[in-house]
C-alpha cells in the first residue's frame, strides 16, 4: 500500500460513532461522512474502495439479502458493530464484508484493520477466528505435504493453532512458553508464506 492517505467512507448515523471514527490517522486515511446505502452507492460509483459501515445503519438489508454481492462487489467493508457476535460476523463476511470488529474499537484498531484489507486480507475478532478454525478441522482431513522444511516442534504447534487452540493453550499442551509458541508460528507462517492462522489451517488440510 503506498504512503498517501486513501478516502475511506465512513456509514453510520450515528454523531458519536463519526467523531470517533473520523479520529483515524489523516496521513493515511481521509474520512467522508456517508449515512445511507445510497452514499454507499455513489462511494462506490466513484471507484471508491473503503467502507466502514455501522451495522445498526438504519434500513441496512439483512445478510443473507442478495443484495449484498453487489454491495461489497470491488468494494471493501468493514462492518463495525456496538454489540459484535460471532454470529453476525460470520454472516458479514459470507455476504461478502472484510472484516468485523467492535465499533468502539479505538482509531489505531480501526487503522490496523483497514491496512490489512487495503493488503487482501480480513480482520475478524480471536474467538470467531478459533470459531472457524475448528469448524474446518472438524470437516476436512489433514494432509502432510505442508509440513516439508518445519522442524517438528514446528509441526506441533502449526497443528495445534490449525485447530483453533489459543497460544497459551498450545503452551500448556505441548510445555513450553507462549514466547516460544509465538517464535514458532513466526518461523512457520515465514517458511510456509502465509499470513495467519486461517491460511495456516488452509494449508494444513491442503486447500491453499
Request: hydrophobic residues 40%.
Amino acid at each position: 500500500m503506498s504512503n498517501t492517505a486513501h478516502p475511506v467512507l465512513l456509514l453510520t448515523h450515528d454523531v458519536n460513532l463519526w467523531d470517533r471514527w473520523r479520529a483515524l490517522d489523516p496521513t493515511r486515511w481521509m474520512p467522508a461522512r456517508g449515512a445511507t446505502l445510497d452514499d454507499l452507492a455513489r462511494w462506490r460509483a466513484a471507484k471508491r474502495s473503503f467502507v466502514i459501515l455501522d451495522s445498526h445503519l438504519p434500513r441496512r438489508p439483512g445478510w443473507e439479502d442478495p443484495a449484498w454481492g453487489e454491495l461489497s462487489r470491488d468494494t471493501s467493508i468493514i462492518v463495525a458493530s456496538s454489540r459484535p457476535d460471532d454470529e453476525q460476523a460470520a454472516q458479514a463476511l459470507a455476504a461478502g464484508c472484510c472484516g468485523y470488529l467492535h465499533a468502539y474499537s479505538p482509531p489505531e484498531v480501526l487503522g490496523r484493520a483497514l491496512e490489512s484489507i487495503a493488503s487482501g486480507g480480513i480482520w475478524m475478532g480471536r474467538s470467531l477466528v478459533s470459531r472457524m478454525l475448528r469448524d474446518i478441522s472438524r470437516r476436512l482431513p489433514a494432509n502432510s505435504e505442508w509440513t516439508q522444511g518445519l522442524t517438528e516442534r514446528e509441526i506441533e504447534v502449526a497443528r495445534q493453532a490449525a485447530h483453533g487452540r489459543s497460544n497459551q493453550d498450545i503452551a500448556d499442551a505441548l510445555g513450553i512458553s507462549e514466547r516460544t509458541v509465538r517464535a514458532h508460528l513466526s518461523a512457520t507462517f515465514e517458511k510456509l508464506n502465509v499470513q495467519d492462522r486461517l491460511q495456516l489451517a488452509l494449508r494444513v488440510h491442503g486447500i491453499h
